[in-house]
């Protein structure tokens, strides 16, 4: 099976290895055909699906049993199993989601069916080619299972109880998929809602800055390869493949070939996962009808709110339904500035980066300083497995930073070829101490935001980057010579925080991951880095080390 969607459709050949777990093993039941009523709701359970090769997956599905109405399709389509109904405030606790918005059959980061179904909408859940007991080989956000998810939305747009309009919801895998149809553009497909997802895997999944992750994606394989056939092999892929390359490419989406309607629903909290890829999925989408709502809060949490609920219905109900629902007095972007953890406010600009933003340089001081100007040419040194090295102002009047951050060093490495950089921005309060937001889902101790580099993948991409949004283009490595000094961009991911008067701002800079969390904690994790030695940042003279920040008024 060859993957990709663009030029290297033929490039390479996707390598499948056994299924890592039976379905039986992970609690999924051989298919059970059947149907019932419950509180005016049609559930029809292991319903077939055929693709367009023949080969017939799984889907449940949740209509009005009433047939006085069509209903419109809303699709949920990931590899967790359409049977992983979860109770959150059991299996993640500190996500907040609150269970008693939920009823038993809402699937793992899905629309809950029975708040929908009322509505005149028709939740499908699905498993994919491969997973659990659908058949096939099961490959993830590929060429190959965009095809069948383009099919299933035809085949759901087409039943004889659907209004022909179909939509796809979900949260995480069940957004990034989202971005991979929706570019081959469904006839049958009217509206979608991504909601914090990834859209580029290995810039923001695999190798952040190019250092790999190695806790988080080593763990998704274990989540997502249960089935009675094989699987794609993505550690073997991963391990194999340290740049980016034709396999990598084909897992990044082809967002500006996307032109349905679009509610996108990003956050800032998801550092090291889902915020960068959502927000450059806004930016980068064709769609001439589309808004962009981004919070401070924790995602799933938030995906499942009440409130949350009204805007994605009030969404739906236009492009599904016809409905006059307002949505076109909606603002066409929403950010949240951010306080403080579970404090901020949302207030409205008219594109996403915000226009006018006035992009101010701070410039790092030997003394640990950032200043509007430049100090006398001097270094910091800092172990580089153990050490770090920090940088704070204190605001003189309330300032809001929106959008992108970049924090340009001059670096040398004492001891290595190589340097892993690993950065945040921190939030101060009056008294110097760290003010906390949420954070990766469950935490709530979070940074302002996070950035990542690995110096000999320091190469830009001078087409796609911005002075703001350095992008790296990852195919090749450009190891040091001793007592070389580079310029590296690095890129920070976006945010939205408010500081007032007094309140300061922090940059530190070392090489391991400055929040960490005890495993088994589910969290993005560095462990296999180049560093030892020291680090050596340049600054002042010749050496315009800065962090560049993104003020804006809303």
Sequence with gaps: MTGGTGPADEAFVTRFCNALAHPRSKGARPPQPSSRVEHGVLIETDVAIGLRDGVRIRADIYRPASGSML????????????????????????????????????????????????????????????????????SYLSAAEARDFYDVIEWAGTRDWSNGKVGLSGVSYLTSSQWFVAALRPPHLAAINPWEGWSDTYRE???????PETSFWDYLPGRWGHGLGQVEDLRLETR????????????????????????????????????????????????????????????????????????????????????????????????????????????????????????????????????????????????????????????????????????????????????????????????????????????????????WLRVSHRGLDAERSREWQPVHLHDREDRLAAGEIVPVDIEIWPSGTGFDAGEGLRVVVQGRDVYDYPKPSVYARHEDTRNRGVHILHMGGEHDSHLLVPEVTL
Aim: proline share 6%; charged share 25%.
């Design 240 to 451: 194999e493949r340290p740049l980016f390359d034709a396999y990598w490419a084909s897992k990044k989406a082809d967002l500006e070939a996307i032109e349905v309607p679009a509610f996108v629903v990003a956050s800032w909290t998801d550092q090291a996962l889902h915020t960068r890829g959502t927000l450059e999925g806004f930016k980068q989408i064709g769609s001439t009808r589309k808004w962009l709502y981004a919070h401070g809060r924790k995602k799933w949490a938030h995906y499942y709110d009440p409130a949350s609920i009204a805007l994605q219905r009030q969404f739906f109900d236009r492009f599904l339904h016809d409905r006059d629902s307002g949505i076109e007095d909606w603002p066409k972007v929403r950010l949240e500035v951010r306080e403080r953890f579970g404090v901020g406010k949302d207030k409205s600009a008219a594109a996403w980066p915000v226009p006018e933003t006035r992009y101010r340089k701070y410039f790092l001081r030997p003394d640990g300083g950032l200043a509007e100007t430049s100090a006398a040419a001097g270094s910091v040194r800092y172990d580089a497995r153990a050490g770090a090295a920090c940088f704070a102002m204190t605001f003189a009047e309330r300032t809001e930073l929106v959008g992108h951050m970049k924090l340009l060093l001059h670096v040398e490495a004492d001891g290595s070829d190589d340097m892993d950089l690993f950065v945040a921005v921190q939030k101060l309060d009056r008294d110097g101490a760290l003010t906390p937001f949420a954070f990766y889902a469950q935490y709530e101790d979070g940074p302002v935001a996070l950035g």
């Design 71 to 138: 209903a419109a399709p809303l699709i949920a389509w990931g590899p967790y199993g359409k049977h992983g109904h979860t109770r959150y405030s059991v299996n993640f606790p500190k996500a907040d989601v609150d269970d008693r918005h939920l009823s038993a059959y809402t699937a793992f980061e899905a629309p809950d069916p029975f708040l929908w179904v009322p509505h005149g909408y028709a939740v499908i859940n699905v498993d994919p080619r491969g997973t659990w007991y659908s058949q096939g080989d099961a």
């Design 205 to 211: 999944v695999v190798r952040h800055g190019g250092i």
